[in-house]
């Protein structure tokens, strides 16, 4: 799973692929699971959002990021709509990015932050240098496990 905090560091968010939607199937969607908790509420949910070659796509944004170039994409969704990402800015050897919750993944309860929601759940993070290698770590990990059956 990987795991961040956000800016204002009140929200936890940790997500990990855990599997195949269908483990029987030539189907290459996996199963995203999502935890978000902040103060005492706490959500989790696991949904077919991502494909095995999104899982490339997310290596090579976070591989760029990692090497202080800008991503090709400085958005990044996929065709489910409920897990996106977005480049803000590098600072200070730091990279800020925000990852969007919404439809099925938008945790159930609001933020007591001063976050500007509308429809989604945007929440800002900070990454240092260890936290994209982690990232990618974890990244490469799903791509050994879970490799596409097409």
Not at 31 to 44: A, P, W
Not at 82 to 87: E, H
Request: with cysteine; charged share 25%; proline share 4%.
């Amino acid at each position: 799973m990987i795991e961040l905090t956000d800016i204002t560091n009140t929200v936890n968010l940790q997500f990990g692929i855990v599997g195949y939607e269908f483990p029987d199937s030539k189907d290459d969607w996996c199963l995203l699971k999502v935890i978000v908790q902040q103060s005492g509420n706490r959500f989790e949910k696991t949904d077919p959002a991502l494909e095995i070659a999104d899982l490339h796509t997310l290596y090579n944004w976070f591989n760029d990021l990692s090497k202080s170039r800008l991503p090709s994409d400085a958005m990044l969704d996929f065709t489910e709509p409920c897990f996106s990402l977005a480049f803000i800015s590098y600072k200070n050897q730091m990279v800020t990015i925000s990852i969007t919750l919404s439809c099925e993944l938008k945790p159930d309860f609001c933020f007591d932050a001063s976050y500007d929601l509308q429809n989604d759940w945007t929440i800002a993070f900070e990454l240092s240098k260890y936290n994209l290698v982690r990232i990618l770590e974890n990244l490469k990990q799903w791509i050994e496990k879970y490799p596409s059956r097409i």
